[in-house]
């Protein structure tokens, strides 16, 4: 069982440049997020999708774009990177529910240059 | 001010030891709580969920006081392998969706 799978692990990119972090789950979850993880700042949400078709902002949604493309695929998109976006990039599910635990993936590091 | 909020230590004990960890949180209609643990590059993973009434598994014991808005989480008998960043986790939402918005992290560094 496969749990959260997001690709890449590890990517550099040059400022300016668009890259796509993939992220599929196979937990029949319905419920996907982006975090993203700095030093001192801990995660924090990038953006979130409650349900199949649905997508809202979290606490840091600027310079990023998602798209829930079904089910089982949640998609962070960089348009034009900036090295701000330096980070490390976790991509979760969890079924709704006050205490339904919440599954990471191994992580995306990304540097932008 | 963060709407979780931690010590973000380093705290380090010695093996056998007694730690407590502490976290508030600002939002009152805040839905439930949870305690995680990451390892050094590794993802975090549940360690436990926090109940009003307090709860216990094993050597670890969480309580929560909604009405100072506060959230604990007790170690005994500290092992090597605890060592680890844990963080207070709460879910802003309930319902048919969970939104959970992470601590920063305690980092705690058990010496042998």
């Known amino acids: 069982n496969a749990g959260v799978t997001q690709t890449p692990k590890f990517q550099v990119l040059k400022t300016g440049q668009s890259m796509t972090l993939q992220c599929a789950q196979d937990m029949n979850h319905n419920s996907m997020y982006w975090y993203r993880q700095d030093p001192g700042m801990g995660l924090r949400l990038i953006y979130y999708s409650a349900s199949e078709g649905t997508t809202d902002k979290g606490e840091v949604p600027n310079g990023y774009n998602v798209s829930r493309l079904n089910k089982r695929e949640f998609s962070l998109r960089l348009e034009s990177a900036a090295p701000s976006q330096t980070s490390v990039y976790f991509c979760?599910?969890?079924?709704?529910?006050?205490?339904?635990?919440?599954?990471f993936g191994e992580g995306s590091w990304l540097t932008v240059v | 001010r963060k709407e979780v909020e931690q010590d973000p230590g380093p705290f380090n004990v010695p093996e056998g030891a007694t730690v407590a960890f502490n976290c508030t949180y600002s939002n009152s209609a805040s839905q439930s709580f949870f305690w995680y643990r990451q390892d050094c590059r590794k993802e975090p993973k549940l360690l436990m969920s926090v109940y009003s009434s307090g709860n216990e598994d094993g050597r670890f014991t969480a309580q929560l006081n909604r009405a100072s808005q506060y959230i604990s989480l007790l170690i005994r008998d500290s092992k090597l392998s605890d060592s680890a960043t844990y963080l207070c986790v709460v879910n802003l939402l309930g319902g048919a969706t969970n939104k959970l918005i992470f601590g920063t992290g305690t980092l705690l560094a058990v010496q042998p």
């Open positions: 979760a599910s969890s079924e709704p529910g006050r205490g339904n635990t919440i599954y």
